[in-house]
């Protein structure tokens, strides 16, 4: 039942590709009425809208580069400010350790959520994807198969697997992501802010996370966030 909002929390999600970061961050914004900052999203948005530091990024954007990490924490400061007093589920940022450092400095969080998928698992549910490119819609083997094998339920059409979906490709996307990540996860360990959340599927995590979040705060009313 909706109520007013114990504490403010500030909290980041962490998760491979294909872990359900997605669907679980969607719930947690549901349940709870966090507001949800995608630091892709938010990359965008500041290059739109031609703020300062979005006018600095888009000069490596363009070139293919990666964003450098005091311009990125810039950005990601400018939207967490503009928010006001309300609570956020910071997701995609930090990718660093000096960006977790310099968050911290200027809005430390509460907790970090991260989840444990085991890399097999995603790779066994990734390769299952099959495209129909000139619509973009999406079928898995698995869960939403196409009526006929290779073929677009709509237009008859053939059904390709996207390079980005091979095996080959997903497990050295997982590997860079686990080398990045390691040394953030290790960092938000030490401060006590991590709780890590293993398993094979989302609907098996998400009420953890959900019982979890449950015991830091109160289910807020929409009338707090608009």
């Not at 810039?74 to 977790?100: C, M, Y």
């Not at 053939?158 to 497990?171: G, H």
């Not at 953030?184 to 009420?207: A, C, D, Q, R, S």
């Amino acid at each position: 039942m909706p109520g007013n909002i114990s504490k403010i929390v500030k909290a980041i999600i962490i998760g491979a590709p294909g872990s359900g970061k997605g669907t679980i961050s969607s719930r947690i914004v549901k349940d709870f009425g966090m507001k949800h900052l995608s630091s892709g999203d938010m990359l965008r948005g500041q290059i739109l809208q031609k703020t300062e530091a979005g006018l600095n990024a888009k000069k490596y954007t363009d070139k293919g580069d990666l964003v450098p990490d005091e311009i990125m924490v810039k950005l990601i400061l400018n939207e967490i400010h503009s928010l006001g007093n309300v609570s956020w589920l910071l997701d995609g940022f930090p990718r660093t350790v000096a960006q977790a450092i310099d968050l911290h400095k200027s809005e430390p969080v509460n907790m970090v959520i991260s989840l444990n998928v085991p890399f097999e698992v995603i790779i066994d549910r990734i390769k299952g994807r099959w495209t129909h490119l000139p619509s973009g819609r999406v079928y898995n083997t698995e869960f939403n198969p196409p009526k006929t094998p290779g073929i677009d339920d709509v237009t008859g059409e053939p059904l390709v697997q996207r390079d980005d979906d091979k095996p080959e490709t997903v497990r050295q996307r997982l590997e860079t992501y686990n080398r990045q990540t390691k040394p953030v996860l290790e960092y938000y360990k030490n401060m006590h802010l991590l709780t890590e959340f293993k398993g094979k599927y989302t609907n098996e995590i998400w009420p953890r996370v959900r019982e979890f979040l449950s015991t830091q705060m109160i289910t807020v009313s929409s009338i707090d966030y608009k």
